[in-house]
């Protein structure tokens, strides 16, 4: 079981940006691929994207792309989910997820890690 731990989450304005960050202690942390998540309240998990982990492939899914950008620094450890021109509809949990072979899959349970979840919420 590898930790995930996301934060940055928080209360922006519509129309405003705001990076999430999802972070291990984990040794292993820079060879597994990062997909990133989210959970409306009285919704179900959503998948947003993936990056895998060289950072040579990133995926989003059309409800995000173009306003997400997922990055990474393997040397600290780190997956960036960067989220821009945030709308209401945005306000969820959001979660990363870790799997070693898998990458860009939209099944919770491709994911073998999961964080905590950090809440974002946009304000209209």
């Known amino acids: 079981q590898v930790q995930l731990v996301e934060s940055g989450g928080g209360t922006v304005q519509a129309g405003g940006s705001l990076r999430l960050s999802c972070s291990s202690s984990?040794?292993?942390?820079?060879?597994?691929?990062i997909g990133w998540f989210r959970q409306p309240p009285g919704w179900e998990r959503e998948f947003l994207g993936a990056i895998t982990w060289t950072a040579s492939s990133t995926n989003y899914a059309d409800s995000v792309k173009g306003r997400f950008t997922i990055s990474r620094d393997n040397t600290k450890n780190t997956v960036y989910l960067q989220m821009n021109s945030l709308k209401p509809e945005d306000t969820a949990v959001y979660y990363c997820?870790?799997?070693?072979?898998?990458?860009?899959?939209?099944?919770?349970?491709?994911?073998?890690?999961w964080g905590q979840g950090t809440q974002v919420t946009v304000s209209s």
């Open positions: 984990d040794s292993t942390f820079s060879s597994l691929n």
């Open positions: 997820a870790a799997d070693k072979r898998v990458w860009s899959s939209c099944h919770l349970g491709a994911y073998e890690h």
